[in-house]
T-cell receptor
Framework: AQRVTQPEKLLSVFKGAPVELKCNYS??????LFWYVQYSRQRLQLLLR??SRESIKGFTADLNKGETSFHLKKPFAQEEDSAMYYC???????????FGTGTQLKVEL | GAGVSQTPSNKVTEKGKYVELRCDPI?????LYWYRQSLGQGPEFLIY????????DSGLPNDRFFAVRPEGSVSTLKIQRTERGDSAVYLC????????????FGPGTRLTVT
């Protein structure tokens, strides 16, 4: 069965500091991984996906199949990055997303 | 354009009652998904529709839960004989086609069973 693990419930960093939100997955098939973000009082929205290998709002994430990880990184945190971040695994056969429990990122001034 | 909408935004009901939660997907999106998010957890898959048919209902917790999408657009999630453990935020999402990676989420319905 597939599983997504986000070990940190809360991550607090200072503005300008580097950020790394950890995500590990377990899946027997070929994984498709995503990061979703939920800002305060807004709906859940896609931040980035590993297949596009793009940087969104300064965030990047690299799929490491050897370590079964998909950590989200940003070199310099901004106050507006404060939000709830969810790592998610797409299982194509089921056309569904399996989410981790989420990490609350708090960027302090 | 308009995103996914869900009604009601909040629903309080008594244990044992029946509730219906509605989802209106983005126009033209053929795939529709229901998730449930309990406090402190990530969204958990319930059921997925491709058009009018339920393509995967493996996430429905038991037979008290049922969902329909009769015309391939609006969907209703129905919960019979509600229990306090059903309290959660119910999220709906849609995507253009089945297998499309990007799912667009609605604001959710917060269900509280007293």
């Amino acid at each position: 069965a597939q599983r997504v693990t986000q070990p940190e419930k809360l991550l607090s960093v200072f503005k300008g500091a580097p950020v790394e939100l950890k995500c590990n997955y377990s899946y027997s098939g070929s994984p498709e991984l995503f990061w979703y973000v939920q800002y305060s009082r807004q709906r859940l929205q896609l931040l980035l996906r590993h297949i596009s290998r793009e940087s969104i709002k300064g965030f990047t994430a690299d799929l490491n199949k050897g370590e079964t990880s998909f950590h989200l990184k940003k070199p310099f945190a901004q106050e507006e990055d404060s939000a709830m971040y969810y790592c998610a695994l797409f299982t194509g056969g089921g056309n569904k997303l399996t989410f981790g429990t989420g990490t609350q990122l708090k960027v302090e001034l | 354009g308009a995103g996914v909408s869900q009604t009601p935004s909040n629903k309080v009901t008594e244990k044992g009652k029946y509730v219906e939660l509605r989802c209106d997907p983005i126009s033209g999106h053929t795939a529709l998904y229901w998730y449930r998010q309990s406090l402190g957890q990530g969204p958990e898959f319930l059921i997925y529709f491709q058009g009018t048919g339920a393509a995967d209902d493996s996430g429905l917790p038991n037979d008290r839960f049922f969902a329909v999408r009769p015309e391939g657009s609006v969907s209703t999630l129905k919960i019979q004989r509600t229990e306090r453990g059903d309290s959660a935020v119910y999220l709906c999402a849609s995507s253009l086609i089945a297998g499309d990676y990007e799912q667009y989420f609605g604001p959710g319905t917060r269900l509280t069973v007293t």
